[in-house]
């Protein structure tokens, strides 16, 4: 049987740790941790997602901010928004719920926040940093699939990973964080030709296409260690819906460890946004945080961020 990852556990832990950290700060006289979370229109998974993050950061002690605005907004009133947050110290981080309403462009206005105060990681500046291994803020999902790597592996170096999605939030950044650990990684994606046999010689395989079941049992080698950040709603044999992520999880029990849906990398995503959000505050408040590149970077034309529909939605 395989082991299952308890992501709910781990996100526990890292949340734990966040908190001791924002008490540590308090202690020592330093303000709170404040995180902006900006919600534009009423999406209800967006919603959901939002309320979740707002509830967990109060709940370690982090100050949450929450700027509900509706779906007419435009996108000048919603930059100013950002510049007023970005000049505010008492924000450390900043989160714009995606996806936003179809007339404004998700890049500019990712692209607007302070790469010091963007605990997503969505801001070029930060995708460059993971790129050349140059320190950075971590997209969430990203960094709580290396964490639950880390419950399994004391280390990653030589071994062969298969990241089957591409996309710039979670596939792209888990590829890089792989690297940086010195593992072999194969990126491949639904068109990939020989996709299963790609994924059989898998020691890890990270299942993040947003594609229900994509996984089955013999895609997967004998002791190897998978992880499932797909989840998408669909309709069970009996007719009542059901969460289910990338992997066909009950064809995968030979493998060496593998984590459920929901209950997995899903909680492990408002857990890093909470620790990235301290992280940020720390960095600020020591002023060792730097927004440098960004005016070069800043000058780049438009670079989806968007979250197509059919990407791994994480954060459930
Ligand atoms: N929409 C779905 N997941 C996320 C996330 O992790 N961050 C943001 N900003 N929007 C999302």
Not at 11 to 29: I, P, T
Not at 108 to 121: E, Q
Not at 153 to 165: E, P, Q, S, Y
Request: proline share 6%; hydrophobic share 45%.
């Amino acid at each position: 049987m395989a082991a299952i990852i308890d992501g709910r556990a781990v996100a526990r832990a890292v949340e734990q740790e966040a908190k001791e950290q924002v008490d540590a700060m308090v202690a020592a006289g330093l303000p709170r941790p404040g995180l902006a979370v900006v919600l534009v229109g009423n999406d209800p998974a967006s919603e959901v997602y939002v309320g979740r993050k707002l509830k967990k950061s109060e709940e370690v002690g982090i100050r949450s901010i929450e700027h509900r605005l509706p779906a007419e907004t435009t996108q000048d009133d919603l930059l100013a928004l950002i510049a007023q947050l970005n000049a505010d110290p008492e924000v450390h981080g900043i989160l714009v719920q995606v996806p936003l309403p179809e007339h404004i462009d998700t890049g500019n206005v990712l692209r607007a926040i302070a790469p010091s105060k963007d605990v997503d990681g969505f801001h070029p500046v930060n995708v460059g940093r993971l790129n050349t291994g140059t320190g950075g803020i971590v997209p969430c999902t990203p960094l709580g699939v290396m964490k639950l790597l880390d419950t399994v592996f004391d280390d990653l170096t030589g071994k062969n990973a298969v990241v089957i999605g591409k996309s710039n939030i979670v596939g792209k950044p888990i590829a890089l964080l792989l690297l940086e650990r010195e593992a072999t990684v194969t990126v491949t994606h639904i068109y990939t030709e020989n996709l299963a046999d790609l994924a059989r010689q898998a020691d890890i395989i990270i299942a993040a296409a947003g594609a229900p079941e994509l996984v089955k049992g013999y895609w997967v080698k004998p002791g190897a260690v998978v992880i499932d950040v797909g989840i998408t709603r669909i309709k069970g044999e009996d007719g009542k819906t059901k969460l289910v992520g990338d992997v066909a999880f009950d064809q995968v029990q030979h493998a060496k460890a593998v984590t459920p849906v929901p209950g997995g990398v899903g909680p492990m995503t408002i857990a890093c946004l909470l620790s990235n959000t301290v992280q940020a505050a720390r960095a600020q408040l020591a002023g060792t945080s730097t927004d440098s590149f960004a005016v070069e970077l800043d000058q780049l034309p438009d670079r989806s961020m968007i979250f197509s529909e059919t990407e791994a939605q994480p954060g459930a």
